[in-house]
């Protein structure tokens, strides 16, 4: 605890565990909000609270939205035969962004990861598999990040929706934009060549 008063401390310890976030950070944070004004302080906490009694998973996809449905799911202009399953509501925000994929969202709200303790049963599965039963979806994009957690819960969800008939795909992996191929490790130049495309 060191020589900080307990309500200092505390706040440092409330920041330090978020993801990515060591002491120093989160002092620095805690830090941050003893230095704004007592009407900002007000609004940071009022914008926490908001966002855990307002918001909630769409009853369709499982991203966060105020209302029944999120946007994307109420949209009449997206392409319901294909659903783009991720990790985390944040991945969406990054496909949005690219603005050409017009398909619709699953988000399973973490990864199958035995070491962590977690499980299938503990991820959105059940809700992706009952979206595709009324046959309106014909492709399920598996875009989990290429980790071994992330290949495992691809793999997992593929044995699963496979014998539905839809047709399972995943993400092609490659080279970034702008890197060089002396820092490439060999299973992305090994995808990057299984994954070539036609110019």
């Known amino acids: ?11 440092i310890e409330q920041f330090n565990q978020f993801p990515g976030v060591g002491r120093k950070g989160a002092t620095r944070m805690a830090y941050q909000v003893l230095s704004m004004q007592p009407a900002q302080a007000m609004e940071l906490a009022k914008a926490i609270q908001d966002a855990h009694t307002r918001l909630h998973r769409c009853r369709i996809c499982m991203n966060y939205t105020e209302q029944d449905t ?3 799911c109420s949209s009449a202009k997206r ?3 294909m659903i783009c399953v991720v990790e985390s509501p ?3 925000v990054s496909f949005e962004r690219t603005r050409e994929y017009n398909g619709m969202y699953h988000v399973l709200h973490g990864l199958i990861s035995p070491m962590d303790g977690v499980t299938a049963d503990q991820l959105c599965v059940k809700e ?3 979206r ?3 046959g309106t979806v014909q492709e399920v994009i598996m875009a989990t990040n290429p980790t071994v957690e992330g290949e495992a819960t691809a793999m997992y969800l593929a044995k699963l929706i496979k014998p539905l008939g839809v047709r399972v795909s995943r993400l092609a992996y490659g080279l970034p934009v702008g890197s060089s191929l002396e820092y490439a490790d060999e299973t992305t130049l090994f995808r990057a060549f299984t994954g070539r495309d036609e110019l």
């Open 90 to 92: 944040r991945d969406i």
């Open 132 to 134: 595709l039963t009324d």
């Open 128 to 130: 992706l598999l009952a």
């Open 1 to 11: 605890m060191g020589n900080n008063a307990e309500p200092l401390e505390r706040l």
């Open 70 to 72: 999120c946007k994307v």
């Open 79 to 81: 392409d319901r035969s």
